[in-house]
């Protein structure tokens, strides 16, 4: 299972938007919506931020939004903050009834 | 309060063994799906295996298959990888997840797993 195409980097300035997005094939994202996103901190386990393409758990602030077209999904990050500054993570279910994450994206605020 | 702690990595010799453990609290985990999800040093996230609520559903990556094998103890709350025929691209933090309808919802803060003569 070849791991989902992500660009490596991205970057914006306080308050801008930003959108990362993440190309699987008809295998993963494509199959269903079970497309989830993490944000990571260096030196901190992963946390989930968009869970089923565009579902926000409890305590994810709305600046965070998720959506899908075909076999991409895309993370948008509005209103830009410092904390926002982080490494994110697509992940798709696949029909092979496994697993696979997207390569990663450094987000950096300007 | 949900905490997933894990345990038993350490540095171990190529071709060698090592079983990691995971407690969990705060939530009832026989109802759970539980996943292991590992990262190399300065890499991504690699998904490695599930395992459903009542070890009746298995699943591991390819790259592990036959060399791994994920259990849980639902009476004790702890999820296990046994790690065997170890090589240097097992390197990496070992975290266990709670899957909650095929999202990963619930990190541990991982346990390390260094493979190096």
């Known amino acids: 299972q070849s791991a989902l195409t992500q660009p490596p980097s991205a970057s914006g300035s306080p308050g801008q938007s930003v959108t990362i997005s993440c190309t699987g094939t008809t295998n993963d994202i494509g199959s269903d919506d079970h497309v989830s996103w993490y944000q990571q901190h260096p030196g901190k386990a992963p946390k989930l931020i968009i869970f089923e393409v565009n579902v926000r758990p409890s305590g994810v602030p709305d600046r965070f939004s998720g959506s899908k077209s075909g076999n991409t999904a895309s993370l948008t990050v509005s209103g830009l903050q410092a904390d926002d500054e982080a490494d994110y993570y697509c992940?798709?279910?696949?029909?092979?009834?496994?697993?696979?994450f997207g390569g990663g994206t450094k987000l950096t605020v300007l | 309060e949900v905490q997933l702690v894990e345990s038993g990595g350490g540095l171990v010799q190529p071709g060698g063994s090592l079983r990691l453990s995971c407690a969990a609290s705060g939530f009832r985990f026989s109802d759970h799906v539980m996943h292991w999800v590992r990262q190399g040093p300065g890499k991504g996230l690699v998904w490695v295996s599930r395992i459903s609520h009542n070890a009746q559903t298995i699943t591991y990556a390819d790259s592990v298959k036959g060399r791994f094998t994920i259990s849980r103890d639902n009476a004790k709350n702890t999820l296990f990888l046994q790690m065997n025929s170890l090589r240097a691209e097992d390197t990496a933090m070992y975290y266990c997840?709670?899957?909650?309808?095929?999202?990963?919802?619930?990190w541990g803060q991982g346990t390390m797993v260094t493979v190096s003569s």
């Open positions: 997840v709670r899957d909650s309808y095929w999202n990963f919802d619930f």
């Open positions: 992940n798709s279910y696949t029909n092979n009834n496994n697993w696979v």
